[in-house]
């Protein structure tokens, strides 16, 4: 059972340092099928590719000029917020995602995700998709040494160094009553 904990601790550590228990890309909100001006649902879907491989600058961009063309659109909005925290820009982030909960208020995921800015969840290193080894953060770093350490450490503790011998493998049973008086006795000879 030790060993899996250990195995769990140093998955955890890897993990950290390949930022991957850090914050995700927060989802992007699809703009409806109807009642939407099609050249800004055009160029929603669009910085949505562009957010996909992480093209921050170009998505924000896209979702920009689409709340531009059509204001009341509030997955552009929303989704420019998105791609703002993605930079880093947290106070840009807070201003779109604002706007967001005026034109769909009440809406649990923008609320969470104000809240979060708010709180200082995010920072320019934990933005939403930041990652990559370059910014995955000193804390991240400490983590994954002090993870890695502790589980070299315990899986040394657990393990003694081996033994040559074949009886080392042998499994042993408890002595019976003459056996333990018999060892007694040869070890105070």
């Known amino acids: 059972m030790k060993r899996y904990m250990i195995a769990v601790l140093v998955m955890i550590g890897i993990l950290g340092l390949l930022n991957l228990n850090g914050y995700g890309a927060e989802p992007m909100m699809a703009p409806p099928k109807e009642g939407a001006d099609p050249t800004a649902v055009l160029l929603v879907e669009q ?5 996909k491989v992480k093209e921050w600058e170009a998505a924000r961009a896209s979702f920009k000029l689409a709340s531009q063309i059509d204001p009341t659109l509030s997955a552009a909005t929303f989704n420019a917020g998105v791609a ?17 909960l005026l034109l769909r208020p009440g809406n649990p995921e923008g609320q969470r995700i104000v809240s979060n800015i708010r709180e200082g969840v995010y920072s320019s290193h934990t933005a939403a998709g930041a990652g990559g080894f370059a910014e995955f953060g000193f804390a991240s770093l400490l983590g994954f040494i002090f993870v890695f ?3 070299a450490y315990e899986i040394g503790a657990t393990f003694p160094p081996m ?24 070890a105070a000879a």
């Open 47 to 51: 910085g949505i590719e562009q957010a």
């Open 84 to 100: 703002a925290l993605g930079m880093g820009r947290r106070m840009e982030a807070l201003d779109d995602l604002e706007r967001f």
């Open 149 to 151: 350490a502790m589980g």
């Open 163 to 186: 033994e040559t011998k074949e009886k080392s493998f042998e499994k042993k049973r408890p002595l019976t009553e003459v056996e333990w008086l018999e060892e007694r006795l040869a």
